[in-house]
């Protein structure tokens, strides 16, 4: 995959993250029941609601910690990182980025994914902890790499 594909990625990601918690608004329809549903819920808390009564202001804070470092490597980095690297990256930056947006322009995060009637995401949430999953595998694939080359 081109480096170019993964900021291409990022960017759908956002805008599918943005489009969806557009559709979502206000709707609640139970597609697998028990287990998952689409439930429109108004998140002041942080990612998955662990802290409901954290301020929003913390939640921006939250953002703009993830976002800037991740810009700062792209900005410095971006013609000798590694493509699953960047996609990683592209990933955990348009889910703090759809959440900040959120933020911003609405006062809280939108919510629309219930899982097992005990936790809300969106798509924002996905792709942030899908890109950190996915940093971490290439890091440790990197590391036995190394090993088994000494």
Do not use: H
């Not at 759908?12 to 206000?26: C, G, S, Y």
């Not at 470092?69 to 980095?77: C, F, S, T």
Request: glycine residues 6%; hydrophobic residues 55%; contains cysteine.
């Amino acid at each position: 995959m081109k480096k170019r594909t993964s900021i291409i990625i990022g960017i759908v990601a956002l805008v599918l993250d943005q489009l969806t918690k557009v559709l979502f608004i206000n709707k609640n329809i139970e597609l697998i029941p028990n287990v998952l549903k689409i439930y429109y819920w108004q998140n002041e808390g942080t990612i998955f609601e662990i802290a409901n009564g954290i301020k929003i202001s913390l939640i921006a804070l939250e953002s703009i910690i993830i976002i800037i470092p991740i810009v700062i490597y792209l900005v410095k980095r971006y013609s000798k990182a590694k493509n699953n690297i960047i996609l990683s990256l592209m990933l955990i930056l348009a889910g703090a980025v759809g959440n900040l947006i959120d933020i911003l322009f609405r006062g809280y995060v939108i919510d629309f994914i219930n899982i097992a009637n005990s936790m809300n995401c969106n798509l924002s949430d996905i792709f942030l902890i899908g890109g950190i999953i996915l940093l971490c595998v290439f890091a440790i694939k990197q590391k036995l790499a190394k090993n088994i080359d000494n």
